[in-house]
């Protein structure tokens, strides 16, 4: 369903040159819940922007169900790193932001806000500001935000990474249920090889700037996935160890 | 232990004798100081007047408040009152309606706002008083020469603070809404209009006396009513008491109206979050 085929980005900053990502070739199905991991600052989040929409790629081409993207992809819904939820809304006003801007009346939107609101656990913070809230709970707000708006496609960069654990597993619990209910197809990036072997499908191993994919591995774990015990498997153990011993091998040889 | 703190302490009747600045009775006792130190400086005035200085140049207290109860007794005063405060409060609003649409659409088009640049930043630089004339031989010798001329004033920085605003806003805000499929009017009124309020705000205070300034300004250069007119005629009348009288009056309009702007902000920033 979303195609890279051999995408480049470089930015210019003044007279300086940054490879953010350097011929990626990718194909995600629909329905595929697939991690992206890899150091910081290695253009994960460039790649991400790029499934928007929002960068276009320097040479190559993404194409999004059969169409080329060349402009904002509103079939996909992004969480990104920062939150960018409104300062000046409300979180259930934030959170019903999308039914607002597709002409919902406000009595359904108001209901269909809470309902998500309780899901990611910020039942009674619908009347706070966003400033008012932790790092964490914006996170959640902008996840609320996201699942509200029930785009086909899900890109989250690092969504879960400042929740406590408990919290995480809740998340995981939610986003593996939501998935599979509405038949997303989610692209996440993050720093947790845990996380990522929890939740995906298959997991992409991003080199050092500029990003490349060094490694990829299907995770067959059979669905549904009890996020807080599938780690205990000895199926789940053996790609975790196979994929840390892969990814070590990659950073050390980088280092050298 | 800090004024803030008082309240919280049980016991907080030493607190507060320690730090006793702020309390009702030391404000009280400032305003005491403040009449007093006015009384000293009329009774110096008066004094003066005709003794040390020739009363011709500075009148004196007694003349100018005859003058201004002469004025207040046969009605003549509201009616340049009136004509000031008109033109004011209309040049105000037509110049910040303007300067907010203005800033706004210049804002949200980076080709057009490019392409008008040199001609904003020459119109900006342009000492808009010198329009004036321009504006009586549009507008007539009425009050619409005013309002057009404290309209300009304002509308010129009301137009600087809301562009400055728009160009503020997070990019990462419009992006979001763009890709939960809000169209270009939705992003203006949903994304970047709340979020350069406070800059427009901003602009909208700080031009407030100069609307007052444009109109007073205007009927000074011609006019047959309203303040400007007033310390203008009493001046060429050699009157430096009717002149005092009106400055009197101006600079009482003038406090009335920072006072209403002060009154309307405190209100806006009750239900106004300040971003980030």
Redesign the interface.
């Known amino acids: 369903m979303i195609d890279l085929r051999h995408v480049s980005k470089t930015f210019r900053k003044q007279d300086e040159i940054v490879d953010a990502v350097r011929d990626i070739s990718l194909t995600i199905a629909q329905k595929e819940i697939v991690a992206i991991i890899g150091p910081s600052g290695c253009g994960k989040s460039t790649l991400l922007n790029m499934i928007?929409g929002?960068y276009a790629p320097s040479s190559g081409s993404i194409v999004y169900k059969g169409a080329r993207v060349s402009n904002?992809?509103?079939d996909?819904?992004?969480m990104?790193q920062?939150d960018?939820l409104?300062?000046?809304r409300t979180v259930r006003d934030n959170v019903a932001?999308?039914l607002?801007?597709?002409g919902v009346a406000k009595g359904e939107r108001a209901v269909r806000a809470d309902q998500v609101i309780t899901h990611v656990g910020l039942d009674g913070f619908g009347h706070r500001?966003?400033?008012e809230l932790s790092g964490g709970m914006r996170k959640r707000a902008c996840l609320a935000r996201m699942l509200l708006?029930g785009a086909e496609t899900a890109l989250l960069d690092e969504p879960f990474a400042a929740l406590d654990a408990q919290l995480k597993l809740a998340m995981h619990d939610l986003l593996l249920k939501l998935a599979a209910e509405t038949g997303q197809t989610v692209v996440f990036v993050t720093h947790d090889l845990m996380e990522a072997v929890t939740l995906a499908d298959r997991v992409l191993v991003c080199t050092r700037r500029p990003a490349t994919v060094a490694l990829e591995q299907r995770i067959a774990l059979k669905r549904p996935r009890d996020v807080l015990n599938v780690r205990f498997t000895n199926e789940f153990k053996e790609l975790y160890d196979a994929l840390w011993e892969r990814l070590r091998v990659e950073y050390h040889e980088e280092r050298i | 232990m800090t004024a803030p703190d008082v309240d919280a302490a049980p016991g907080g009747l030493h607190d507060n004798a320690a730090n006793a600045g702020p309390s009702p009775l030391g404000s009280g006792f400032m305003v005491i100081c403040q009449v007093v130190l006015g009384a000293v400086l009329l009774l110096l005035w008066q004094g003066a007047s005709g003794r040390l200085i020739d009363s011709f140049f500075i009148s004196n207290p007694v003349e100018v408040g005859t003058r201004l109860f002469g004025w207040i007794a046969d009605g003549s005063l509201f009616v340049h009152v009136w004509a000031t405060v008109y033109a004011t409060v209309m040049g105000f609003v037509i110049g910040s309606i303007i300067g907010v649409m203005l800033g706004i659409w210049l804002g949200v088009s980076p080709f057009t706002s490019r392409l008008l640049n040199p001609y904003m930043s020459a119109l900006n630089a342009l000492p808009k008083v010198a329009l004036a004339p321009l504006f009586v031989l549009w507008f007539g010798l009425g009050i619409e020469s005013k309002i057009a001329l404290a309209a300009v004033l304002v509308l010129f920085l009301v137009f600087l603070n809301t562009y400055a605003g728009v160009r503020e806003v997070?990019q990462?805000?419009i992006?979001?809404?763009?890709?939960?499929?809000?169209?270009r009017a939705?992003v203006i009124t949903?994304?970047i209009i709340?979020?350069a309020?406070s800059w427009m705000f901003a602009g909208l205070k700080i031009s407030v006396p100069y609307a007052l300034i444009g109109a007073v300004l205007g009927e000074m250069i011609a006019a047959n009513r309203g303040l400007g007119y007033l310390v203008q005629f009493s001046g060429s009348q050699f009157d430096s008491a009717g002149v005092f009288a009106v400055l009197i009056v101006i600079a009482l309009l003038a406090v009335a109206l920072n006072f209403l702007v002060e009154i309307v902000q405190h209100r806006m920033q009750q239900w106004?979050?300040v971003?980030?």
């Open positions: 928007a929002l904002i992809n509103t996909v819904g992004y990104t920062k960018n409104l300062p000046w932001f999308p607002e801007l597709s500001y966003p400033q708006y | 997070d990462d805000l992006d979001g809404a763009r890709l939960m499929r809000a169209t939705q949903k994304v709340p979020s309020m106004r979050v971003g980030r």
